[in-house]
């Protein structure tokens, strides 16, 4: 970890001081006479090339509103190269990156990938509306497709904030995510293009630590995200394989309508701090994977789920900490549930799993020898 600090320290020092701002404006820009000047009379017209032009350090300013209060579109799907440490990308007015205008036939040369690819450090992109990168078939590809952001594996210092993805894949994607800050944005009906899982999409915000870990992510510690209408999770921190995530919030966001899970922590471990959430007409509101014994879930908001599990943990997740979940940790449950416990104050395992119930009969199907449902009302 040292080695990286220490790179850290390289990477801001080889910033560029005398950074310019770079336009770009859809309705009047020209790639070929736009310049890197700092002046917005000779703005680019595509994002991509202006990031092209632009140099590590600089900022983008995209123009959303054309000369008659027009809304103006990017039809693009652009990337932020290795070599563009430190950029900003900005939105004024509202402007659209729209995935739609690029999909003219079903080709796979023709689907967008993600709308904005990230592969260098310490990039910012705020208050811009991402939408339509949508793939509706499987593109039998091994990479990330319809991501509204998509940040590669090793980047680290991204910051989003105040921008609204809608109609994708994936919101939000990381891999192997450092130190990034996630605040403001809203992240909305995102679909998968099949079954809804890791790999698939559906998942409105997915930090995916890869074999490596992930290290002090704040998804909402600032300000909270938005994410609703999700066919998979919401929010899922974690890929099933046990890695360390230290020093890591998921707080004030507000999750709802997922399909599946609002939030899933797959098999991390390491300190986590998962408070101050609000969790409406999920599927189920939280799902554990694991043992994240250091994992702090407290002082969330509970509003209900739709589905018969407000809470479900695997097997192995301690039934004395799963307790603490519904009773001890300052969360609020403002609907009835249910759980079958032991003398111990643990809730029990029902085969693979153990739950948190929204039904009373569920919860009876839970309790075996020994235990006895008790039933919680707010």
């Known amino acids: 970890m040292k080695i990286f600090y220490f790179a850290a ?13 770079v336009y770009v404006n859809s ?18 017209k595509t994002i991509q090339q202006a990031i092209n032009y632009s140099s590590g350090g600089d900022k983008i300013v995209i123009e959303g509103q054309g000369k008659n ?3 103006l579109f990017y039809p693009e799907s652009v990337i932020i190269g290795h070599d563009k440490n430190g950029l900003s990308i900005l939105g004024t007015h509202s402007p659209v990156i729209d995935g739609s205008f690029l999909r003219k036939n079903d080709s796979i040369a023709r689907f967008p990938k993600n709308a904005i690819s990230i592969l260098a450090y310490q990039v910012s992109v705020s208050d811009l509306t991402i939408k339509n990168f949508l793939n509706i078939v499987d593109l039998n590809l091994n990479e990330i497709v319809g991501a509204g952001i998509y940040c590669a594996f090793g980047t680290s210092k991204i910051s989003i904030e105040k921008v609204n993805v809608q109609n994708c894949n994936w919101g939000i994607y990381f891999d192997g995510p450092l130190f990034c800050d996630l605040n403001k944005n809203m992240i909305e009906e995102i679909r998968s293009y099949k079954n809804s899982n890791e790999i698939t999409g559906g998942i409105g915000i997915m930090l995916n630590p890869k074999d490596i870990g992930m290290e002090q992510n704040m998804i909402g510690v600032s300000a909270g995200n938005v994410i609703k209408s999700t066919d998979g999770y919401g929010i899922c921190f974690g890929n099933n394989k046990q890695v360390t995530v230290d020093n890591s919030k998921i707080r004030n966001n507000q999750i709802s309508g997922s399909k599946t899970a609002g939030l899933a922590l797959l098999g991390i471990s390491g300190i986590v701090d998962i408070s101050k959430n ?12 694991g043992q994240p014994l250091d994992a702090w879930i407290g002082e969330n908001t509970f509003k209900g789920a739709t589905g018969v599990n407000e809470v479900e943990t695997s097997s192995d997740y301690e039934g004395a900490m799963l307790y603490d979940i519904w009773r001890n940790n300052e969360n609020q449950f403002e609907k009835e549930t249910y759980a079958a416990v032991n003398i111990k104050m643990e809730i029990v395992a029902n085969k693979s799993a153990k739950y948190i119930r929204t039904q009373l009969i569920k919860a009876k199907e839970d309790a075996s020898k020994g235990a006895k449902v008790v039933t919680f009302t707010p």
Not at 13 to 18: P, Q, V
Not at 27 to 44: C, Q, R
Not at 278 to 288: E, K, L, Q, Y
Request: proline share 2%; charged share 15%; glycine share 4%.
């Open 9 to 21: 320290l390289i990477l801001c020092l080889s910033i560029r001081l005398n950074a310019a701002v």
């Open 27 to 44: 309705e009047i820009g020209n790639d070929l006479k736009g310049k890197v000047d700092n002046s917005a009379k000779n703005p680019f």
């Open 69 to 71: 209060s027009n809304q």
């Open 278 to 289: 609000t969790f409406t007409n999920n599927n189920s509101s939280i799902f554990v994977k």
